[in-house]
């Protein structure tokens, strides 16, 4: 069946540092892959999204590329703020249906 | 500002209780959907409805049931909860056909516990 792969966390960095959050996907077909958030305490919200291979999503410093080659949607950002201490979920979803199918979250805490 | 609302943020019930957890969305969302969140294993569906009256079962549907009478309002109810019910509850909305981006607009969660 479809599903999502998410590296374990929790990731802990230091403010400014790089941040890569690997995502890779099993799927029949070709999806559209997504990245939700949620910050403490909230619920999720869409960061970003692409629909089709090649494509790149970027949504407030955060990009993902949707590599087909390697089934894979890893989240990145080149400097990382404390206020981007959140649970990431990397999300897809087939054009047949309208379910998402979420990975199990990484959680990602920035130190000053 | 689009919004989806869960009637409860924190609830504390005994085994074999009934619960209702409601959830109330503004946006004229055909779509409507009820996951719950444990950690490590992320989000995973228990049932969705496409309409109003209109439900499928999820991933995870064993023990819970739904109700849409109104298209804003889609209920989840725990008939006789269980302890392995204990977990956050997260009500989501998205639109339907054409315009449907694929983006769902969730609740803050209900945290259920089940003592």
């Known amino acids: 069946g479809n599903s999502v792969t998410q590296m374990e966390g929790p990731v802990t960095l230091s403010e400014e540092a790089f941040l890569t959050i690997n995502c890779t996907y099993t799927?029949?077909?070709?999806?559209?892959l997504f990245w939700y958030v949620q910050y403490p305490g909230e619920g999720l919200q869409l960061l970003l999204k692409?629909?089709?291979?090649?494509d790149k999503g970027s949504n407030k410093g955060f990009e993902a590329t949707y590599r087909k080659e390697t089934t894979s949607f890893h989240l990145e950002k080149g400097s990382v703020q404390v206020s981007d201490s959140a649970v990431y979920f990397c999300?897809?979803?087939?054009?047949?249906?309208?379910?998402?199918?979420f990975g199990s979250g990484t959680r990602l805490l920035v130190r000053p | 500002d689009v919004k989806v609302t869960q009637s409860s943020r924190y609830l504390v019930k005994r085994t074999g209780e009934k619960v209702f957890l409601e959830c109330v969305q503004d946006?004229?969302?055909?779509?409507m959907f009820w996951y719950r969140q444990d950690p490590g294993l992320g989000l995973r569906l228990i049932y969705f409805?496409?309409?109003?009256?209109?439900?499928e079962k999820g991933d995870i549907p064993e023990g819970y049931s739904v109700s849409r009478e109104k298209k804003e309002r889609f209920s989840l109810i725990l008939e006789s909860a269980s302890t392995n019910q204990t977990s956050m509850y997260l009500c989501?909305?998205?639109?339907?056909?054409?315009?449907?981006?694929?983006?769902?607009?969730f609740g803050e969660g209900s945290r259920l516990t089940v003592l």
């Open positions: 989501a909305s998205s639109l339907k056909g054409s315009t449907n981006t694929g983006e769902l607009f």
């Open positions: 799927a029949t077909g070709y999806p559209s």
């Open positions: 692409a629909t089709k291979a090649d």
């Open positions: 999300a897809l979803r087939m054009d047949s249906s309208y379910k998402l199918i």
């Open positions: 946006m004229d969302h055909e779509n």
């Open positions: 409805s496409y309409d109003v009256k209109m439900k």
